[in-house]
């Protein structure tokens, strides 16, 4: 089908089917304000029970990387609140607002919503409303079961103050039959981490939570998430920004036998991996689905290989079906003499333990006198490797050099915040986002029949900037409608 830019009737020709799936890879903000009276077809496209059903009143202008705002237009705004919300707020089921739109929006009953999203909000403001708004807090107890929250920064990475950890334990106490939460991943960007001090001893979510996404600044946090109160959780996928224990011992030996899917993320570099990850993974005995992606450092020790991975973690997960990883290891030489293993040797390691297809590099790098120094020791020289699990699957690639041998790889971004303290020689690239946050790794590659949708809706968007006036014209970023 030959479908040019200027040659709209060519969408029009589409069918119902076709256009249904472009409309909904557009904003929803942009849809109703620019489409809705296009003709009565598109009408009642847009009013279809299976599109309204899910509502993102938030409209992304991405300024920068780490730059986004998420506001409406008060005309857009207006235009929904007034002539499109009357019409069909019983039948939204999902809903995603900002914090300057929310009052206008829940004005209405929504008697069917059972997922929120509060996207964009400041510490104080969204502490204010989850004491103050009746009706949010109305839908948040009787009604949620889903729920995503997403804290304003103005700084990446950020640890967030204690009113986003009172937040947190505010939703756990006020949502009697949450069973869905993700606190702070709702955007991969933000890298924003929540302070858990202490949990309450009793509340509705400890027997109703079944999954949770959140950024925790310590690993006592995600001990204390794991503590046993959450009786019902089978699915947590946690970045710990800092993987050590403070003063305060927390039990890491309890069992978890209901948690059968485990996700943990750190981009920091980890000493007492031994100490602290390996007896917590012991501990899910059950485990059907693991994702790790770490850093770990040593002394005077081993790389991490595929023997090692088996006989202190995979031996003790008998249910374990599927295992994902990227786990850079570092080992520091101070006085012991080691046998740096080639590629071939880890490849090695995989091979006869269950494992699916791995990549994998090593590195060896003598140190200068200029550079030897780790604190009070003397650094002779330091191996380095990297494992992982292929088709690679995560958004960042750390530690990249020449010993690295390609591998299948989906668009990732480069972070190296850690690569500058373990060698001067590691190829120097600028941190580069390549890929979308909002992509699963399902839809990273997209078959032909998903470009064309995309060419299309490409096309259904420049009908829609056509069709606006000054006051309510899209916002645009890099040449793309947001």
């Known amino acids: 089908m030959n479908i040019s830019n200027n040659n709209y009737s060519n969408i029009f020709d589409l069918p119902n089917e076709i256009l249904f799936i472009i409309i909904n890879k557009l904003n929803f903000a942009d849809v109703i304000y620019s489409l809705v009276h296009v003709n009565e077809r598109f009408i009642q496209l847009l009013f279809d029970p299976l599109y309204i059903q899910n509502l993102n009143i938030t409209l992304m202008t991405i300024k920068s990387f780490y730059q986004r705002t998420f506001s409406v237009s008060e005309q857009v705004l207006s235009n929904i609140c007034e002539n499109i919300l009357p019409s069909i707020h019983d039948q939204v089921k999902q809903l995603a607002i900002e914090e300057h739109s929310i009052e206008?929006?829940?004005?209405?009953?929504?008697?069917?919503?059972?997922?929120?999203?509060?996207?964009?909000?400041?510490?104080?403001?969204l502490y204010q409303y989850l004491t103050d708004h009746s009706a949010l807090c109305n839908l948040l107890a009787h009604q949620i079961t889903h729920l995503n929250i997403d804290i304003q920064t103005d700084e990446i990475p950020k640890l967030l103050t204690k009113t986003s950890s009172d937040i947190f334990l505010l939703i756990l106490s006020l949502c009697?039959?949450?069973?869905?939460?993700?606190?702070?991943?709702?955007?991969?960007?933000?890298?924003?981490?929540?302070?858990?001090?202490?949990?309450?001893?009793?509340c509705y979510t400890y027997s109703t939570l079944i999954e949770l996404k959140i950024n925790v600044a310590t690993?006592?946090?995600?001990?204390?998430?794991?503590?046993g109160r959450f009786d019902s959780l089978?699915?947590?996928?946690?970045?710990?920004?800092?993987?050590?224990?403070?003063?305060?011992?927390?039990?890491?030996?309890?069992?978890?036998?209901t948690l059968k899917y485990f996700s943990l993320t750190s981009f920091n570099i980890i000493h007492d991996y031994d100490k602290y990850i390996i007896p917590l993974l012991r501990r899910m005995i059950n485990l059907e689905e693991l994702i790790l992606f770490l850093s770990v450092i040593r002394i005077d020790s081993t790389l991490i290989d595929g023997i090692e991975l088996y006989d202190q973690v995979l031996v003790h997960m008998l249910h374990l079906n599927k295992f994902v990883f990227s786990i850079n290891t570092a080992v520091?030489?101070?006085?012991?003499?080691?046998d740096v293993p080639s590629n071939q040797d880890i490849q090695d390691s995989f091979i006869g333990r269950g494992y699916a297809q791995v990549g994998s590099f090593?590195?060896?790098?003598?140190?200068t006198s200029k550079d030897r120094i780790l604190g009070s020791k003397q650094i002779k020289a330091v191996v380095i490797s990297h494992i992982y699990s292929l088709p690679y699957q995560f958004e960042s690639f750390l530690y990249l050099n020449n010993s690295f041998q390609g591998g299948m790889h989906a668009p990732v971004q480069s972070d190296w915040h850690w690569v500058q303290a373990l060698s001067s020689s590691s190829i120097s690239i600028t941190s580069t986002n390549l890929g979308n946050e909002t992509l699963t790794t399902d839809t990273r590659t997209m078959v032909p029949e998903a470009r064309f949708h995309e060419f299309l809706a490409k096309s259904l968007r420049e009908l829609a900037i056509s069709r606006r006036n000054p006051l309510g014209k899209c916002q645009e970023s890099d040449g793309e409608v947001r």
């Open 104 to 125: 206008r929006i829940l004005t209405h009953n929504y008697s069917q919503l059972y997922s929120l999203s509060l996207v964009d909000f400041k510490e104080e403001i």
């Open 176 to 202: 009697q039959r949450l069973i869905n939460l993700n606190f702070s991943q709702l955007f991969s960007y933000r890298n924003s981490f929540l302070l858990i001090y202490k949990l309450p001893k009793t």
């Open 219 to 227: 690993f006592n946090a995600c001990l204390c998430l794991l503590n």
């Open 234 to 257: 089978s699915k947590l996928t946690i970045n710990v920004r800092e993987v050590k224990c403070g003063p305060k011992r927390i039990n890491n030996k309890t069992k978890l036998p």
């Open 332 to 338: 520091f030489i101070v006085k012991n003499e080691i």
């Open 362 to 367: 090593a590195h060896f790098e003598p140190r």
